[in-house]
């Protein structure tokens, strides 16, 4: 009498079993990945549309105790007045959490931008 129950070796199991891969030590010198420059002017850049949000917030609120989930709409370029002039653009900036991390990183700005963003108004405590 022949069973039509089938049983596998248990070692079939084992060679179906993805290998998983080779481990790279990360920690030795030769492994890491080199750091990548830090380009200042796209750093700069970043800086300047949040600057102009705050204070656009700040002249049409009169503080800057922004609500962290915040979003100020600042319109770039064009020529202000809805004309045909150059095309603008509407870019949404999560003010709130930008003036935060201002303020808890107040340690580490540069004495410039701690003074621009004081002349709009910057509460830092």
């Given at each position: 009498m022949t069973?039509?129950?089938?049983?596998?070796?248990?070692?079939?199991?084992?060679?179906?079993t993805p290998v998983p891969p080779k481990l790279v030590d990360i920690t030795h010198p030769w492994n890491r990945a080199?750091?990548?420059?830090?380009?200042?002017?796209?750093?700069?850049?970043?800086?300047?549309?949040?600057?102009?949000?705050?204070?656009q917030f700040y002249v049409r609120e009169g503080h800057l105790r922004?609500?962290?989930k915040h979003i100020e709409r600042l319109v770039i370029g064009g020529?202000?007045?809805?004309?045909?002039?150059?095309?603008?653009?509407?870019?949404?900036?999560r003010l709130g959490a930008w003036i935060g991390n201002q303020r808890s990183r107040?340690?580490?700005?540069?004495?410039?931008r701690m003074e621009k963003l004081s002349a709009i108004g910057m509460r830092w405590s």
């Open positions: 069973s039509t129950f089938h049983q596998e070796h248990p070692d079939a199991a084992l060679a179906r080199p750091p990548k420059p830090i380009d200042k002017r796209r750093r700069y850049c970043s800086i300047e549309p949040n600057y102009e949000a705050a204070r922004v609500p962290r020529d202000g007045d809805g004309g045909t002039g150059e095309a603008q653009e509407v870019r949404e900036l107040a340690a580490t700005l540069t004495p410039e």
